[in-house]
């Protein structure tokens, strides 16, 4: 089972990327899915997660009205959409799998993880 991110790069403030997280090995029609991110000297936080229809989702404070994410389990891919960046949002992204299928917003309920796209994003 492999989750993989892509999509990071270096961008300037206010700019956008879009994050993708393709899965192989398994299907997570049924798992909810997230975003966190780490900066450098900081610890994992969530950014956003979505339950396993897609039809809610939660977005961390920080990210509110920036920050998307959607998923299409027919491709079996999670995205995030990202505008108006800000240096702050420097950080490497990790895509995961929830073990169950609603909403989830602790690293503890998830499974499965991806290696991670840096994000940078320049003032």
């Known amino acids: 089972v492999q989750l993989q991110a892509s999509g990071g790069g270096l961008v300037q403030a206010g700019g956008s990327l879009r994050l993708s997280c393709a899965a192989s090995g398994r299907t997570f029609w049924n798992n909810a899915m997230g975003w966190f991110r780490q900066a450098p000297g900081k610890e994992r936080e969530f950014v956003a997660t979505?339950?396993?229809?897609?039809?809610?989702?939660n977005h961390a404070d920080s990210v509110k009205g920036r920050f998307t994410i959607s998923r299409d389990n027919a491709k079996n891919t999670l995205y995030l959409q990202m505008h108006s960046l800000k240096p702050e949002d420097t950080a490497v992204y990790y895509c995961a799998a929830a073990r169950g299928a609603s909403l989830a917003t602790t690293a503890r309920e998830y499974t499965y993880w991806g290696q991670g796209t840096l994000v940078t994003v320049s003032s």
């Open positions: 979505i339950n396993w229809r897609g039809g809610n989702t």
